[in-house]
């Protein structure tokens, strides 16, 4: 039953990730530069089962965080001084739609993993008391 | 005497063994809902717990590796197998999502309910059990 705790801590910690990523997001929504020069890029973690080999089931772990390539956000503002030559400054790539649903949906997730690990607790009390 | 109280503990054992496992598999499939391809498991309660009854608490059977033996004097061993579950199933779908993953966060949801309050009965099970076999061995 300890396995338990391990498979919705994955979970937890997973989901909390992901909601790091879609702060992190939506924080720099509008930086025009990064630490790179280049304007922000949308990132995305990727999630991938986590079972110990020869395991069938297991936990979830973030296997990686890609950096979303649809182009930047054009906007024409000659005066900025991050504009290019023509005149038009690139904006992050950040989809603030897809950023919000992401973090609902995040957000859900957590919430379940949660009941399922005060659940288990609770069961496993129950069954540390077992003929009293 | 003890194995005969063995014995009558035995299918409750099984039983929550069963239970056990069961809450981890729904526990895993709850865990990997944003899974991209990962596809949920479960498994029959009831034919499984027909087998593990069958067997008996024996663990042979349950996928462990078997000792060799090659002298008649040795003492047969056997490793404990991956869970107690023989046939591990995988979901049907009622929608296809994109991403391949076939969680059904309502389906399971429930599961993961019916299963702890079944749990929870078990204990309750071998509680009275116990206090049954408690009872008949006190001397008055």
Redesign the interface.
């Known amino acids: ?1 300890l ?2 705790f391990n ?2 801590g ?2 937890l910690s997973a ?1 909390a990730q ?1 909601m790091n990523v879609t702060a992190s997001n939506m924080a720099n929504a509008d930086s025009v530069a990064g630490p790179d020069g280049q304007p922000y890029r949308a990132k995305h973690v ?4 986590d079972a110990a080999p ?7 772990r973030v296997s990686g965080v890609s950096e979303s390539q649809s182009p930047f956000r054009r906007q024409y503002d000659p005066g900025n001084p991050a504009a290019d030559d023509e005149g038009y400054v690139s904006l992050p790539n950040v989809d603030p739609t897809e950023e919000m649903v992401n973090m609902i ?2 957000a859900r ?1 957590y919430q ?2 949660v009941e ?1 690990l005060n ?2 607790k609770s ?1 496993m009390l ?2 540390l008391t ?3 | 005497m003890i194995d005969r109280l063995n014995a009558s503990l035995n299918f409750y054992q099984q039983a929550l063994n069963l239970r056990d496992e069961r809450q981890k598999v729904l526990s895993a499939n709850i865990a990997n809902a944003d899974t991209p391809g990962y596809q949920a498991r479960d498994f029959d309660f009831r034919s499984e717990l027909d087998q593990a009854v069958k067997r008996g608490g024996s663990t042979e059977g349950n996928g462990g590796l078997a000792m060799a033996t090659t002298s008649s004097r040795h003492i047969p061993g056997q490793a404990p197998g991956n869970g107690s579950v023989s046939n591990l199933m995988y979901r049907v779908p009622s929608q296809p999502s994109l991403d391949g993953n076939t969680v059904d966060m309502d389906m399971e949801r429930v599961n993961f309910a019916d299963n702890a309050v079944h749990y929870q009965a078990d204990l309750q099970f071998i509680t009275s059990r116990l206090q049954g076999l408690k009872q008949a061995m006190q001397p008055e």
Not at chain 1, 46 to 49: N, S, V, Y
Not at chain 1, 54 to 60: I, L, T
């Open positions: 039953m396995n338990v498979i919705s994955s979970a989901q992901r990727t999630f991938e089962m020869g395991q069938s089931v297991g936990g979830v949906s995040a997730s379940a993993n399922v659940t288990n069961l129950k069954t077992l003929g009293e």
